[in-house]
């Protein structure tokens, strides 16, 4: 974070950051804005800018919701790695309508973005898997995510386990691990102003006879 990076957020925190929201002109991209925002938060100097809320709800109607990690996002939707047994993922199987949060605090800046979500390709989840530090590559073998542990040194044995079954070379990727796209269909833009008068720019997706999107734009009373 540079000195005048620093120098914004504490002159900014809690009055409202000088920089306006974009107004609202024909044809804007959400995913433009979303990068633009998002190469702030890294600049920032925020630790974990891309940790996420993650809201689901299964058959139940019980809503759940859990931090992970954006690793990838572009026109397509919002990607995160995850265990395929885990309960978000049992959740998503039962009803795949999500939510997710992005908040950025020192810009006092929030991102709400309600979509769909769907598995992405093996390909995709492989190479991400392969990039891992070998530790997490482990990890995500030995544990059976969301799963009452039998016994507390459970975790510690698989662990064991898997580095013997694995001593060196590649890990292979499990069946059981990958990533989850979130392809919205809602993206709120929520900028802290003083006097609570926060600007709220959002984007709602619709097709035409086409089925190609569209993004209406409007903003909300803070
Ligand atoms: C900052 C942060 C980032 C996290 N990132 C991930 C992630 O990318 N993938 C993941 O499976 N769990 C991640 N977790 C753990 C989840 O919050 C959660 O405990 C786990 O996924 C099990 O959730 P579930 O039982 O609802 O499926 C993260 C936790 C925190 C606090």
Known sequence: MTFLEKLRCLLTFGQG????????????????LFNLWFTEANKAGILLPEAMS???CGSDGQPSSRM???KEFDQQGFVFYTNYASKKSRQFSENNKVALLLHWNVL?????IEGTVEKVSREQSANYFHSRDRGSQIGAWASKQSHK?????????????FNKLYPQGEVPHPEFWGGWRVKPHYIEFWQGRASRLHD???FEKSSDNNDKD????????P
């Open 149 to 161: 542990l039998k016994h507390d040194n459970e975790l510690k044995e698989r662990v064991a386990h």
């Open 200 to 202: 709220r720019i959002c």
């Open 54 to 56: 993650v809201s689901s």
């Open 17 to 32: 950051v000088a920089l306006p929201l974009p107004e609202i002109s024909e044809n804007q991209d959400p995913f433009e």
């Open 68 to 70: 992970v990690l954006l």
């Open 108 to 112: 006092q800046r929030q991102v709400r």
């Open 214 to 221: 569209h993004w209406q734009q409007f903003k909300l009373n």
